[in-house]
Nanobody, 124 residues
Framework: QVQLVESGGGLVQAGGSPRLSCAVS????????MVWFRQAPGKEREFVSA???????HYADSVKGRFTMSGDNAKNTVYLQMNSLKAEDTAVYYC??????????????????WGQGTQVTVSS
């Protein structure tokens, strides 16, 4: 059973640069497609970024150029480096994983494993 644990959220000032982590256990990390989704208050959950099992990354237009997703196979962990945060980045950020075929765009129902979410609140 794959388990995901996010960390790194919190209250951040606008323009700040926090880094979220998602630690993976119980699976073959190098076989997984990993995705970050987020859900802002009153809004639907949306795609943020993804890293395919082969290291190829993808980003939502809203975060492209500001966020960077990476993976560390030795630590079974993916990271989301968030730069130049804006108020509209305030959301609960969820890490998700799946070992199936990669599809674009990533759809929530294709991801079987989810973390508990970590809140990121951007203050202006």
């Amino acid at each position: 059973q794959v388990q995901l644990v996010e960390s790194g959220g919190g209250l951040v000032q606008a323009g700040g640069s926090p880094r979220l982590s998602c630690a993976v256990s119980g699976g073959i990390f190098s076989n997984l497609n990993m995705v970050w989704f987020r859900q802002a208050p009153g809004k639907e959950r949306e795609f943020v970024s993804a890293i395919q099992w082969n290291g190829i990354t993808h980003y939502a237009d809203s975060v492209k150029g500001r966020f960077t997703m990476s993976g560390d196979n030795a630590k079974n962990t993916v990271y989301l480096q968030m730069n130049s945060l804006k108020a509209e980045d305030t959301a609960v950020y969820y890490c998700a994983a799946d070992g199936g075929h990669w599809h674009w765009p990533p759809r929530e129902n294709e991801y079987n494993y989810w973390g508990q979410g970590t809140q990121v609140t951007v203050s202006s």
